[in-house]
Nanobody, 120 residues
């Protein structure tokens, strides 16, 4: 059974930093692209960052230069480093294993999500 487990969310003040992790089990991450999605309250889920099997990264404009996605295939883990956080970054963050064909596309492998709240 494929399971993805996100962790690292929490409450942080604007301008602060937070690091998220996504650990996969029942899946070999090296065979997949991985994406981080977020869903703010009352809004649609959006892809914020992705990383291909070979390590190429893509970001939505709103997080470029603030978020960094990385992977450690030996640990079957992907990370999302977040800095200069803003209240609008508040959301439930999910990771997903998928593919990449010029753009990231998700497979039906999702984590349960971790809450990130940016507030003073």
């Amino acid at each position: 059974q494929v399971q993805l487990l996100e962790s690292g969310g929490g409450l942080v003040q604007p301008g602060g930093s937070l690091n998220l992790s996504c650990v996969g089990s029942g899946i070999i991450f090296s065979a997949y692209a991985v994406g981080w999605y977020r869903q703010p309250p009352g809004k649609q889920r959006e892809l914020v960052a992705s990383i291909t099997q070979d390590g190429s990264t893509n970001y939505v404009d709103s997080v470029t230069h603030r978020f960094t996605i990385s992977r450690d295939n030996a640990k079957n883990t992907v990370y999302l480093q977040m800095s200069s956080l803003k209240p609008e970054d508040t959301a439930v963050y999910h990771c997903n294993a998928g593919g990449y064909r010029k753009t990231y596309y998700p497979y039906n492998y999702w984590g349960q999500g971790t809450q990130v709240t940016v507030s003073s």
